[in-house]
């Protein structure tokens, strides 16, 4: 069993930050790709950012310069620092890993359950 684990999601004023986590843990082997995603009401999930295990990013243009994508790679664990924040970044927050499983050889998908993220004076 795998879970994903995100926290640090709330209300907060316009100009403000945030800072989520997400923790991965259960029977893995290795994770590839971690990153955030996120979905307003009445619209479709979209890419936030992205980050390898390397360490490589990308960002979603409408993040660049306000969002930084990070991971320890050690706990398992991917960070999300939100700066600046505009009520359009106001969504629910998804965390995604492709990872192998333990005693498996694939590379799947797996996904929190979400937290809120409210910008809102």
């Known amino acids: 069993q795998v879970q994903l684990v995100e926290s640090g999601g709330a209300l907060v004023q316009p100009g403000g930050s945030l800072r989520l986590s997400c923790a991965a843990s259960?029977?893995?082997?290795?994770?590839?790709?971690m990153g955030w995603y996120r979905q307003a009401p009445g619209k479709q999930r979209e890419l936030v950012a992205r980050?390898?295990?390397?360490?490589?990013?990308n960002y979603a243009d409408s993040v660049k310069g306000r969002i930084t994508i990070s991971r320890n790679n050690a706990k398992n664990t991917v960070y999300l620092q939100m700066n600046s924040l505009k009520p359009e970044d106001t969504a629910v927050y998804y965390c995604?890993?492709?990872?192998?499983?333990?005693?498996?050889?694939?590379?799947?998908?797996?996904w929190g359950q979400g937290t809120q993220v409210t910008v809102s004076s």
């Open positions: 995604n890993a492709d990872l192998i499983r333990e005693g498996s050889w694939y590379l799947r998908g797996y």
């Open positions: 980050i390898t295990s390397g360490g490589s990013t």
């Open positions: 259960g029977s893995i082997f290795s994770i590839n790709a």
